[in-house]
């Protein structure tokens, strides 16, 4: 007889196998994608510019992550790189929710911090997050470059950014591991160009 323990090491066993399998069909699909956005994040420092990340949920943490990456470091020493998420002002996303409705909480921080030249990368697994749309939009007004990182076909975000990655998957979670995997894969390619030693 199987203890509980037996069947939840098989769960434990298919949830990563899981994760590996969206992964492969990643690398698959959106290699050359993950090279043109890491391309780009690097031409964005190069002429000065900055990165503003935005996301809901899990994609708030990750936007948080990513610019922590930037700011701080990754894995080499150097100088830290302007990165600013649009998510960690309770001040400033309680305002502009109250004041304007969240559909425009990350729109009016790219309006106003953002400057032609910078990066808008916005975060939505679905692809349909109202918010994170209209930041893109925002952004594309104010003549920033925007990334999409999303899941499936791209819901509609994928029609207001100029590079989208699309991780093949509909789960969620799966998801959401991949982009992060691939915001570590960006921050790598960025330090080893801008900081070769």
Known sequence: MNSPSDSFT???????EA?????????????PMIVAIAERV??????????LLCGNGGSAADAQH????????????RHGL?????????????AISNDYGYE????????????????VIGISTSGISASVIAA?????????????FTGA?????????????????HNTARIQEVHITVAHVVCEIVERTLFEE
């Open 136 to 148: 893109m939009r925002a952004a594309r007004n104010g003549g920033m470059a925007t990334v999409g």
């Open 42 to 51: 690097v031409e964005t420092f190069r002429r000065g510019g900055k990165l």
């Open 82 to 94: 302007p990165a600013i998420a649009l998510t960690t002002d309770t001040s400033i996303l309680t």
């Open 66 to 77: 990513i610019a922590a990456e930037f700011v701080s470091r990754f894995r080499r020493e």
């Open 10 to 16: 098989r769960w434990v066993i298919d949830e990563i």
């Open 19 to 31: 994760s590996i399998d969206v992964k492969r069909r990643t690398i698959e699909t959106q290699a």
């Open 153 to 169: 076909s791209g819901g509609t975000l994928v029609d207001h950014v100029d590079l989208c990655l699309c991780v093949p998957s």
């Open 104 to 119: 425009r909480v990350f729109a009016r921080q790219v309006e106003a911090l953002g400057r032609p030249g910078d990066m």
